[in-house]
């Protein structure tokens, strides 16, 4: 069986034989008892690592760790100036060691490396030195409307956060959920994808290397049925920020709803991309191509819907699916691989699931459909390209989660908006087009939380960035995450002595009865 890695990278990584959570700054202690799950590199499908999984027991006495460390004030009370200091260093440490954080997560989602090493793990960078800017920034309010007195509002930490994160952009998504919790002084503990888990840690490992106090953020590893069912349900937890599906959304509100938690999701998506006949062709090829088969398709922005007018509709598709046929599928640790594998063997499955269920369905196969077992052992789909007729189209309504693209023609405007808003998403709207006009329609009728006009994916962190309908509750984003992860707190005082009503105060009463 091939190598999981070339050997001139193997020098550069070490695996842990087991996996554990880190909690307090320590790794968990080894349990004989508990359930070992094999953690294995998409690429070939052979076994990495193991990772032991954390029960309730364990999560609970994480939650009760970051609850102590909150309430030591060791972090939650540092002004802003430290917490600065530790997010611009743990900024450059993660810079200083973007090969192995790629690697590792290379090794673990089967992502291509050289996304992860020029795009995901710089961003996770950009996340804490963008922080370290908004805290230096925030202030608060104060308010003289009324005569003598002032209100000043205020923000306080909200205490300890459940955090659970995804392995198809693990480190990217985990740095962005603990920076916008810690920036406000508040304890985690996150639970990442159990076939993701390596990177993570590192990350942790590095934060408290360059002075985040142990216990602000911990580690507990396991399934969502196990591990996440019992941090979702555990006392101490004052909020959950989940993303993920829309299923575990569901069950992590429910646990929620029972204790109030305030929760913030971040959910599915399978997003309409409008090719206008205005369009730039070319342009518009190359943004399809990238908002499509990006992240091995594996992303909940892709644009994996293609809307195009009819009368380019021939040009389009023709070269659309050359270039899709000639896309780059291999190992994920070649430089040159455009297209990965999928993350673990029960994703693929999933995925090759809708080959079978198109066949049922209007839906024509334009190419790939198919498992490439020719690869070797790892996970891999070829990317795929549907002619859809219906919307209604199961490969149109439900996220796919893999390089699988349907493409529909409109002949009307209203109708690409029309096709556009008939999904249970809201998460991402694509459109191509030279027409101001169009433009402007494409942002006032698109039910969605972010619109990209003439681009395929650009993110402004200070912008909102969340879902209509099925793909999410609130919104990342500097101002959404100071409310989300602080309590406000409003003060009133009396400026000097304003009059207050005396009550209870007896009044004095005239006696006019002569006799007494």
Known sequence: MASPMPQFEASKLTLPDVV????????????????ILPVHFPGTGESIASLQEDDATQVIAAVNVARERFRSGEWSKCTTAEKQSVFRAAAQAIRNNAHELALQESLCAGLPFAHLASRQI??????????????????????????????????????VAAIFTPWNACLALSSMQIASCIAFGNSCVLKPSEFAPLAVLQLVRLLESVGLPTGVVNVVNGRGSV??????????????SLTGRGDTARKVMAAAAAQLTP????????????????????????????????????????GSRILVQQNIADRFIDAFVARTKNLQVGDPLDNRTEVGPMAFAQHQQKVLNYFALAENTDATLLTGGRAMPELGGGYFVAPTVFKVLDNNSPLCQEEIFGPVVTIQIFNEDEEAWTIANDSPFGLIGYCWTESLHR???????????TLWLNTPIARDLRAPFGG??????????????????TEEKATIAALGK???????????????????
């Open 20 to 35: 554990t959570g880190h909690v307090a700054g320590l790794s968990v202690l080894a349990n004989s008892s508990a359930m």
């Open 122 to 159: 710089p961003r996770a960078a950009e996340n804490f030195d963008f922080f370290a800017d908004y805290i230096g920034q925030l202030a608060g309010e104060t308010y003289d409307q009324l005569h003598d007195y002032r209100t000043v509002v205020t923000r306080q930490p909200a205490g």
């Open 227 to 240: 591990t996440g069912a019992a941090l979702a349900t555990a006392a101490g937890v004052d909020r959950i």
């Open 263 to 302: 929760v913030h999701f971040e959910l599915e998506g399978n997003s309409a991309n409008i090719i206008f006949d205005d369009a730039d062709i070319d342009r518009a090829i190359d943004g399809a191509l990238v908002s499509a088969f990006g992240n091995s398709g594996q992303i909940c922005i892709a």
């Open 439 to 449: 433009a402007q329609l494409f942002q006032q009728r698109l039910e969605a939380g």
């Open 468 to 485: 209509f309908k099925a793909s999410g509750i609130g919104r990342d984003g500097p101002r959404h995450a100071a409310d989300f992860f």
């Open 498 to 516: 304003p009059p207050i009503r005396r009550m209870g105060v007896s009044r004095q009463r005239e006696d006019n009865d002569d006799g007494a």
